[in-house]
């Protein structure tokens, strides 16, 4: 049985298995808000009981433009 490749990126640098999305969200420092947001339309099975982690998510999102946009 033949070894899997091994990567030569160091540890937690490994971009290939991340999601384009959430390597985003990281960077926003919003990644827990969108994790919130999922986990409650997971737990409901319906968006529109879930709009306090969604405005709370796009405060975060909001501040972060802003902040991006005054640099």
């Not at 540890?11 to 986990?39: A, F, I, Q, W």
């Not at 405005?55 to 991006?68: G, L, T």
Request: aromatic content about 6%; glycine content about 2%.
């Amino acid at each position: 049985m033949e070894k899997a490749a091994t990567s030569k990126l160091p540890e937690g640098n490994n971009t290939e298995d991340e999601d384009p999305v959430e390597l985003m969200l990281k960077r926003t420092g919003c990644l827990e808000k969108h994790y919130s947001v999922l986990e409650c339309i997971s737990e409901t099975k319906d968006w529109r009981l879930c709009q306090q982690v969604v405005a709370e998510f796009r405060q975060c999102m909001d501040a972060y433009k802003q902040k991006k946009n005054k640099v």
